[in-house]
């Protein structure tokens, strides 16, 4: 069973840093494109940024784009996302989810419809 499991969630102030980890278990992550999305309420899922199965691709939403890095290790089977010059606006429940790259195209999509498997997701609060 497809398991993903989403930590490094928090509360900081403005300017601060997080990193947040996305692990599989029961799974190899290796066959599969990446994205975080965020959750604030009363909106939908927003795609911030994802990464295709070799890292070779990657995307950002404008809004993260020179702030936010999202890599993978395949060792450890943990995709990151790096959070820096955090902002209030930047505050949700963040998801990661993984879709299976079976094209051999090696891309990812920020389209949440996309992705088959979610983790329960982690809370990231930015304080002003």
């Known amino acids: 069973q497809v398991q993903l499991v989403e930590s490094g969630g928090a509360l900081v102030l403005t300017g601060g840093s997080l990193r947040l980890s996305c692990a599989a278990s029961e799974f190899s992550m290796e066959a599969y494109a990446i994205a975080w999305f965020r959750q604030v309420p009363e909106q939908g899922r927003e795609g911030i940024s994802c990464?295709?199965?070799?890292?070779?691709?990657?995307y950002y939403t404008d809004s993260v784009k020179g702030r936010f890095t999202i890599s993978r290790d395949g060792a450890k089977n943990t995709v990151y996302l790096e959070m820096n010059s955090l902002k209030p606006e930047d505050t949700g429940i963040y998801f990661c989810a993984a879709a299976l790259d079976s094209s051999g195209l090696d891309f990812c999509t920020p389209l949440a419809d996309e992705y088959n498997f979610w983790g329960q997701g982690t809370q990231v609060t930015v304080s002003s």
């Open positions: 990464i295709s199965r070799r890292g070779t691709s990657t």
